[in-house]
């Protein structure tokens, strides 16, 4: 078990000759958010790695000076974007392919939701021809398996994440493929993504869950028909509905 230990005194960007995890006290206005980043930003500098485990909450709340209600937000945050996996044993790292992306998401501060929903827009669109046009038997039956794994989840960030990666190695481009799911994490993890799925009540996010899987469902279809110009109006009509949650557009 990892032990946190506070050390206001030093930056979180300074390592630890303890082994020890040193967080800041949080600033009043910024709370799980600045919880988030903190864990974030151990994650991409090697402080935190997959496997290992978060200390408790009460711990995470005497380090970072909150209650736990703030704690708790930003653990909610953190599994949404499936960065952490909650259960018995207590909160751990994900492995590193399910958070491969996350310099990106941490780099790119200044890019907004909805220009990372633009670029992922115009890419995936493309995306979605080739992998008509280009997807084998493996392909197909990768982006089936990921259909059915998010056929009963209620995290629409998760089914989308794991999905479109499956896909984006239909297009067999390398280049584009890594543009492609360096985008779609880059929206997957945009905080105000987060939030607007936090703030949904049960039903709602059931709702969203189940267009986005609707959506995928539609896209493949097209891939195993290889018909290209169905794959793009389908992608296209799936960012139309990603936006339309997203932006309230």
Not at 23 to 39: A, W, Y
Not at 219 to 242: G, V, W
């Amino acid at each position: 078990m990892i032990m946190a230990t506070l050390n206001a005194s030093k930056s979180a960007d300074s390592a630890p000759q303890d082994g020890a995890l040193h967080f800041r006290p949080v600033e009043k206005t910024t709370l799980s958010g600045e919880i988030v980043d903190q864990i974030l930003s151990m994650i991409v500098t090697g402080k935190l790695k997959a496997g290992d485990r978060l200390p408790p909450e009460r711990e995470l709340c005497e380090s970072f000076k909150v209650g736990r209600g703030s704690v708790r937000e930003a653990m909610k945050a953190l599994e949404i974007l499936g960065i952490i996996r909650r259960d018995v044993p207590g909160t751990t790292i994900c492995r590193p392919e399910e958070n491969r992306y996350l310099g990106l998401s941490l780099t790119t501060g200044a890019a907004s939701l909805e220009q990372a929903l633009e670029s992922a827009r115009i890419v995936g669109i493309e995306t979605a021809g080739l992998a008509a046009e280009r997807a084998k038997p493996a392909h197909i039956r990768k982006m089936a398996q990921k259909v059915k794994e998010s056929e009963d989840t209620q995290n629409p960030a998760a089914i989308h994440l794991s999905y479109h990666r499956a896909l984006a190695a239909a297009a067999q481009n390398p280049v584009l493929s890594q543009i492609y799911s360096m985008l779609i994490a880059l929206v997957a993890q945009s905080r105000s993504l987060v939030l607007t799925y936090q703030n949904m009540d049960e039903k709602k996010l059931e709702k969203v869950a189940r267009e986005i899987f609707d959506g995928h469902k539609k896209i493949l279809k097209a891939i195993e028909s290889h018909n290209p110009i169905s794959a793009r109006r389908c992608m296209k009509e799936h960012y139309d509905c990603m936006e339309s949650v997203a932006l309230g557009k």
